[in-house]
């Protein structure tokens, strides 16, 4: 085949793309072809691009699994048609004063459309719709529409050949041609876009598998409430998809982030989204809140505990008999570490750096996470007896990890009884023990770099948190020494 994807024929030229063995069997045929209408090669290289363009797109398809997102052909005969009633109707319009039909759209999708589709057709419709615009030729505005019609019509039939479209599907969308109006929004947010999100976001971005679940938990129900309320995707009804949710700004800014991340994935990764919706701002951005002035509200966000609760929520572990929860807590009391932190200790993580027994926790949150932090001298017996009982190198024995392989989420469950039990609200969690010993220390009048260091924060400045090879295990102890609960 010539480079150019051309071929003569009886003094004809015709456009030429052979088909990747691997969508073949999908497209059930070796190569494209169509008949350009026109022996002058120069104009043959102007009508092959829609060609091409529409080949490429079935291929690529094919590619995929045959896998066509219906949901984009209706949204796409609903625009193609509007466009082309736009051009329709300057035309007409444009007929009352000079008579004539003058091809000057003034939608610029309205021409595009028109464009895309003069050139596909292998026989005289794409002919037929030119000689309207003939000078001298007298308008006939309803003969163009049904000429219109034909070659839009003629072009998305052959179209469906190449894909896999159920009969229903095909009569849609031809519904859709005749009468736009007919287009009942569905979501482009598809079941098979999903799958295809959430792949790119594990294995690509590298994205935990927790965070990719909630954005397309969160995406789902942006899709089931268009579908039920019969919206387009589009910022007005993300707007009000958001009053309809009674959770705070917050977590409003996280379900718009879901679908700007979305939308940020689709449009550079999927073709016929790109399409469609590339010269459209995503409908997740521009979205106002109220401001938040003043102070926090006291009865929102987490509180710490203090050494009387802690002392009773040991206490109360122990009674229940739930001495691994106890011992998390007294874990958690004298380090401020994380529930997973602990969870994911190991006898070989119990070491000695200058002469001081240290935890080290590593592979956490972010670089400052990684840290030593001293054995608290109340913590001693404890530790000598988990390392003793260990029979899986953890010091704490924990169910199956969750589906996201975390080791503290049954004991997560279990402090949340427990201290639900005790009266405590919502503002009190496990991560309340960090508070607590963050609070203890800063009244023990220990620096704030100190405290950062123990707990794993970043201090925000370039000297410590980059330069600095951070305080020394003694300096860390003598800061924990301030810790005092009088648990048993």
């Known amino acids: 085949m010539a480079s150019d994807n051309l071929v003569l024929r009886s003094g004809t030229w015709h456009v030429r793309l052979t088909i990747p063995a691997d969508a073949r069997p999908a497209l059930n045929r070796r190569e494209f072809t169509a008949s350009l209408k026109t022996g002058s090669k120069t104009e043959a290289q102007k009508r092959k691009a829609p060609y091409l363009s529409q080949w490429s797109d079935l291929i690529a398809t094919a590619r995929n699994g045959g896998k066509i997102d219906v949901e984009d052909l209706r949204l796409r005969a609903k625009q193609l048609t509007e466009h082309l009633d736009t051009l329709y ?79 229903s ?83 409003k800014k996280q379900v718009l982030f879901a679908g700007s991340s979305f939308w940020k994935w689709a449009i550079r990764h999927d073709e016929s989204f790109k399409k469609i919706h590339s010269k459209e701002q995503s409908p997740f951005e521009m979205h106002e809140f109220a401001a938040q002035r003043g102070k926090k509200n006291p009865t929102t966000g987490r509180r710490a505990f203090s050494p009387e609760d802690v002392q009773k929520l040991h206490a109360e572990a122990l009674i229940q008999d739930r001495q691994t929860l106890a011992d998390l807590i007294a874990l958690g009391a004298y380090t401020g570490a994380r529930i997973e932190e602990l969870c994911r200790l190991k006898k070989s993580d119990v070491i000695s750096e200058e002469g001081i027994q240290c935890f080290s926790i590593y592979d956490s949150k972010t670089e400052a996470s990684t840290r030593l932090i001293p054995v608290h001298e109340s913590l001693k017996n404890i530790v000598d007896r988990l390392i003793a ?100």
Not at 110 to 130: C, G, V
Not at 141 to 149: H, T, W
Not at 194 to 203: A, C, I, P, V
Not at 451 to 463: D, L, R, W
Request: hydrophobic share 35%; charged share 25%.
């Open 169 to 251: 599907n095909k009569a849609d969308i031809a519904e859709i041609l005749k009468n736009p109006k007919s287009y009942q929004a569905k979501s482009p947010i598809t079941a098979s876009r999903l799958t295809t999100f959430e792949s790119y976001q594990t294995k690509t971005k590298g994205i935990i598998q927790k965070t990719v679940d909630m954005q397309v938990k969160r995406l789902n129900l942006i899709k089931e409430w268009l579908e039920k309320n019969q919206k387009e995707l589009i910022h007005d009804s993300i707007s009000e998809y958001l009053t309809t949710l009674k959770i705070a700004d917050k977590t």
């Open 89 to 167: 109707t300057n035309l007409v319009m444009g007929s009352v004063t000079t008579g004539m039909l003058e091809y000057k759209p003034e939608n610029i999708h309205a021409q595009q459309a028109l464009d895309d589709h003069l050139w596909l057709e292998d026989n005289e419709d794409a002919e037929r719709i030119l000689r309207h615009f003939e000078v001298g030729r007298e308008a006939d505005p309803l003969e163009l529409s049904k000429d219109m019609q034909k070659l839009v019509s003629g072009n998305l039939n052959r179209h469906f050949d190449g894909m896999r479209l159920t009969p």
């Open 389 to 488: 009982e260990s029979d899986d190198d953890y010091l704490i024995k924990s169910p199956a990890g969750n589906k996201y392989g975390n080791r503290s989420d049954a004991f997560s469950k279990q402090f949340g009884r427990l201290k639900t039990g005790l009266s405590y609200n919502g503002q009190y969690v496990f991560h309340s023990l960090r508070k607590t010993v963050i609070t203890q220390l800063q009244r023990a009048d220990v620096p704030g770099i100190l405290i950062a260091s123990i707990v794993g924060h970043e201090t925000g400045t370039v000297t410590f948190d980059v330069y600095s090879a951070g305080p020394s295990p003694k300096q860390k102890f003598s800061a924990i020494s301030n810790l005092s609960y009088a648990l048993k």
